[in-house]
């Protein structure tokens, strides 16, 4: 008896528990979008500022990063690198945004960005879930937990049972 309830309080907890993994995961998406919007900021003025000198982005970087100045040579790697960036971030977006609310989970654990991801985590706020995306991620946590607990604690009741029937 004790057993059990010991099961069934551990099966609510992983519950409580995965029912946070789609709360996470929307939190994720809004800093990403967040990353998103701040690269495109950045991108924007070095854009402005290579179109003022009549240079492409492109040519603005390539010249940079030809360059006899460390400096200048690492920003030009930067901006790059951040052009770069910006590409694999929205690309993250866009699939998010094509995803069904399910599915959203397969994307985010295959593409997350490690960066954002512990930012997020860093932050997080546990929230009740109230999609339906939360409550079959709650409803699978309590039965891996349940089924789980189960296996473990039948071969006690399967050694209680021998017990008591042999006495």
Do not use: C, H
């Amino acid at each position: 008896m004790v057993l059990r309830r010991i099961v069934f309080f551990l099966a609510l907890l992983l519950g409580v528990v995965a029912s946070q993994v789609p709360e996470f995961a929307q939190q994720y998406r809004q800093r990403l979008g967040g990353a998103v919007d701040e690269l495109a900021r950045v991108i924007g003025e070095f854009d402005a500022d290579a179109a003022r000198m009549n240079l492409s982005r492109q040519a603005g970087i390539d010249r940079l990063i030809g360059n006899a100045d460390t400096f200048a040579r690492q920003r030009g790697e930067q901006v790059k690198s951040d052009v770069e960036r910006v590409g694999r971030l929205e690309k993250q977006l866009s699939s998010y945004a094509e995803a069904g609310p399910f599915w959203r989970l397969g994307v985010f654990a295959r593409n997350y960005e490690p960066d954002i991801a512990r930012r997020a985590a860093e932050n997080f706020e546990p929230a009740v879930p109230v999609t339906s995306e939360g409550l079959f991620a709650t409803v699978a946590g309590f039965l891996a937990g349940w089924l789980g607990g189960r296996a473990l604690i039948a071969p006690i009741q399967r050694r209680r049972r021998l017990k008591t029937a042999s006495a």
